[in-house]
């Protein structure tokens, strides 16, 4: 698999695990929203994480109390899929 299918993957699977969150089809889930205009809740983002985690075998770093000090930008459905990217890049270092 070269880098261009793992990374169009990657986007694809992170949009489709949003999108069951929020109970939306896939294509009604673009790169630049933000999961509270998806309408996913703070119990929504902790089903989408762990959903993630569970998809893509890694460990997210994110802390519900804090979500903003925790280190994983979660600010749009493009930034989650690049913190996905980054952190199956270190997993696979």
Request: glycine fraction near 4%; avoid cysteine.
């Amino acid at each position: 698999m070269n880098m261009q299918s793992q990374v169009i993957s990657v986007q694809a699977q992170v949009i489709a695990i949003i999108a069951e969150q929020a109970v939306l089809d896939v294509t009604d889930v673009s790169p630049a929203q933000s999961l509270e205009s998806l309408g996913i809740d703070s119990l929504g983002l902790v089903e989408t994480i762990f959903a993630i985690e569970e998809a893509f075998d890694i460990s997210v770093p994110f802390n519900a109390n804090e979500p903003s000090k925790s280190g994983f930008d979660l600010t749009s459905v493009a930034s989650i899929v690049a913190a996905v990217e980054v952190l199956i890049t270190q997993k696979a270092a």
